[in-house]
């Protein structure tokens, strides 16, 4: 007689207790399983490029090759575009496709059609500058700003042409097939249309419907250094013209209203009485920008090599620039993040956003949306006495960008890589077109968009870093090294070595 059935089944489940005890005994001998590594630093930074090239894509209006200035989360483009953001979507398609984000077709046919409507875009046919302001639906010129229908005066801006001319440059030194066509837009371009000789320096803008013209970029830590490199290489504007502007404003009570008082001294150079000022920081010496922001002080850098050229200059002041913003997001204001640059701001609208101690202004880019600014006195000058610095509990709903942390990868990429992880995993900064425009670090508000120029700057920096100075290379010439790099060549800062 044969076991029952209940016999039959404790004996089955005895085997299979059995079973699951020698595979859990094998388990435990071979070890824990494998975790899956790590990813290097460079597959991040490819992470970085592909996602912030899919922007592009997204943003980018596939009849006239356009990008918008700015992308909704929600895919939303906008109408307008500017010449700068042209600029960045002309050198991000040389990224992608160096980076084989895109095969060289696909670069042609991108870079061909935003070409063709260049070529075709009203602009000033006396200096051949281009507009400030286009629709990316037909490349007209605009003459009201489409988000509100208020009227807009059409301006040919210096560095807004700078950055567009900066593209042409780019694309006319990296690819053969469209060299002559962007060569010719670029040979077009007159940048010492806005030279004024009074004052050795380059209008800000000048309206042609109007004569206005406001005069002038006057320091030399500011995004403007594009087009008076660009003048100086074509021959349009004399050499002297890179001493005309300030390092820092002078040091004596008629200038005591500047944000620090500067300590420096006096050099002549192509001609040029030069004050070498700078103001003192964090234990460094720094020649400030306007605000304090990282583009105005490095966004030249991905395109001439500054900090080769000038050894003692920008050799001194670019990676100083980059530890002040470590250290005002990691220290003075202990956010626990740095990156501190013009941005969409995350609760609505645009703003400036900087290292207010490294900025020439009073009044100057904040890091914070509640304005907390330094006040560093000017010794020795009536009502300018040193007050004491906020403390770090004052520097409430700070404001990070992204895009101003990119910039510093040439001179402290283990920062940036951290800065931009610590991002990453603690605020909702991050999807499919990369990062986020700006983030309020206090609340978690993240900004809803991308805009076109900061994505333009991350492309830039990423092409730099992975690609071995993609970029500059394809920027570089003759006329850059024969008429730019003496007279960058020939300066020494008071900014101290790093």
Not at 18 to 34: F, K, R, T
Not at 220 to 247: C, D, K, M, T
Not at 275 to 301: K, T
Request: overall charge negative.
């Amino acid at each position: 007689m044969g076991p029952t059935h209940t016999a039959v089944e404790d004996r089955m489940r005895r085997i299979a207790v059995l079973v699951a005890a020698l595979a859990l005994s094998a388990a435990s001998l071979a070890g824990p399983p494998a975790a899956s590594a790590a990813p290097t630093a460079e597959e991040t930074l490819r992470e970085y490029a592909a996602d912030t090239w899919a922007s592009f894509v997204a943003m980018t209006d596939e009849e006239t090759g356009l990008p918008a200035d700015s992308l909704g989360v929600d895919g939303t483009r906008s109408v307008q575009t500017s010449t700068t953001n042209i600029g960045a979507y002309l050198w991000s398609t040389v990224v992608a496709r160096r980076l084989r984000l895109i095969s060289e077709d696909e670069l042609e046919q991108r870079i061909g059609v935003t070409l063709s409507t260049l070529e075709r875009m009203e602009r000033h046919t006396p200096s051949g500058q281009f507009y400030n302001w286009y629709s990316i639906e037909d490349g007209s010129k605009l003459t009201a700003w489409p988000p509100t229908g208020a009227p807009l005066t059409p301006i040919l801006s210096s560095v807004d042409n700078g950055w567009l001319a900066t593209g042409l440059r780019v694309v006319r030194g990296y690819s053969r097939a469209l060299a002559d066509r962007a060569g010719a837009l670029y040979d077009s371009m007159d940048f010492g249309f806005y030279y004024r000789p009074d004052v050795n320096r380059i209008l800000f803008h000048y309206a042609p419907d109007t004569g206005d013209a406001p005069c002038c970029y006057d320091t030399i830590v500011s995004e403007s250094r594009i087009a008076s490199y660009l003048g100086i290489a074509n021959g349009q504007l004399p050499q002297r013209h890179y001493f005309g502007a300030w390092r820092t404003f002078p040091d004596s009570c008629d200038w005591s209203w500047q944000e620090t008082k500067p300590v420096g001294f006096t050099r002549t150079y192509f001609g040029e009485t030069v004050f070498e000022g700078s103001y003192p920081y964090a234990g460094m010496r720094v020649v400030p920008g306007w605000g304090g922001s990282a583009f105005e002080a490095l966004m030249p850098a991905l395109f001439v090599p500054e900090e080769k050229w000038g050894r003692k200059s920008w050799g001194r002041n670019h990676p100083n620039t980059v530890q002040a913003q470590v250290h005002h997001g990691m220290t003075e204001a202990q956010y626990g993040y740095w990156g501190f640059s013009p941005a969409n701001d995350p609760h609505g609208g645009y703003r400036e956003y900087g290292v207010d101690a490294v900025g020439l202004s009073p009044d100057g880019y904040t890091s914070n949306n509640d304005s907390t600014r330094v006040d560093n006195g000017f010794a020795g000058c009536p009502n300018r006495a040193t007050t004491s610095n906020p403390p770090p509990s004052a520097y409430t709903h700070g404001v990070v960008t992204p895009h101003a942390a990119f910039l510093g990868l040439r001179w402290d990429r283990e920062a940036v890589l951290d800065n931009l992880q610590r991002l990453r995993e603690d605020f909702d900064v991050y999807s499919e077109w990369g990062f986020a425009d700006s983030v309020d670090v206090q609340d978690g508000t993240v900004s809803p968009f991308v805009l076109s120029l900061d994505q333009g700057i991350i492309m830039a920096a990423l092409g730099n870093e992975l690609a071995n100075d993609v970029l500059r290379r394809a920027f570089s010439g003759d006329d850059m090294t024969e008429r730019v790099r003496p007279v960058i060549a020939v300066e020494e800062f008071s900014a101290t070595e790093p």
